[in-house]
């Protein structure tokens, strides 16, 4: 890091310690990509991403992905939870995220905001009937502030609760990702008159210092 002449001293040394921050920052990241033995295996499975062990783990622990399984992946880039929906057995995936994604055979996907108007109608569009899993790994840019991220989360799991309870088919599965934190209370009451089991999970590959769970609801009942 170098100083840069033209910069007044004082901004010059505040620069300077973001830029060291950001470095510290960037080579804990990189230590903690090179040493996680997730992030080597998904390298070795063809995953792209490490997150795909989650689904394998609660796949494996629930038996969410039947064969020929109709699956939304509502937040699916980079593609790891739709990779495996796929190799599991699903016969059509269709998902969304904000960022494009290189395609998956057998999987379409929308770029944009699941929370934006008319993209429930374009995701069922595109399935072309009800579905038998509804998994949501969206997750916000976290602010740090634990009480905003949680907030913003959980409005990204009650969207897709609500987009759940009009495209599953009864006796289907929901998925989502939660931030530890007190208002998933309401959504687990929901979550329990309209699905037979409800199960709170971390799987092993979710990080430890994360406040990231997973709510697991099975046998979708419509009113
Ligand atoms: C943890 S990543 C998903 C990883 C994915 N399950 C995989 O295995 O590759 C969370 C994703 O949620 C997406 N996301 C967040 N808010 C969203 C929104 N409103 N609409 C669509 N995608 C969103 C982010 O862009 C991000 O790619």
């Not at 390298?43 to 969410?64: I, N, P, T």
């Amino acid at each position: 890091m170098t100083e840069n002449p033209s910069v007044p001293p004082r901004r010059e040394a505040v620069r300077l310690k973001h830029a060291r921050k950001h470095s510290t920052s960037s080579q804990a990241w990189l230590n903690r990509q090179l040493n996680d033995p997730y992030v080597q295996a998904a390298k070795a499975q063809g995953y792209r991403s490490r997150a795909a062990f989650k689904l394998v783990e609660l796949d494996d622990k629930y038996k969410l992905i039947a064969k020929g399984a109709r699956v939304v992946d509502l937040g699916a880039a980079p593609g790891g939870w739709s990779q495996v929906a796929i190799q599991r057995g699903a016969s059509r995936v269709v998902g969304i995220d904000l960022l494009p994604i290189i395609p998956v055979e057998g999987a379409q996907f929308i770029e944009g905001d699941f929370m934006a108007d008319g993209m429930e109608e374009r995701l069922t569009e595109m399935l072309g009937g009800r579905a038998d899993l509804v998994l949501s790994d969206m997750a916000p840019n976290t602010t740090g502030h634990v009480a905003t991220d949680h907030i913003r989360i959980m409005a990204l799991a009650d969207t897709a609760l609500a987009f759940a309870t009009q495209i599953l088919e009864p006796g289907g599965s929901f998925v989502a990702k939660l931030f530890q934190g007190g208002a998933e209370r309401d959504m687990l009451n929901t979550l329990k008159l309209r699905f037979k089991t409800v199960r709170h999970a971390k799987p092993p590959a979710s990080r430890k210092d994360s406040k990231e769970m997973y709510v697991v609801a099975m046998g979708f009942r419509p009113e």
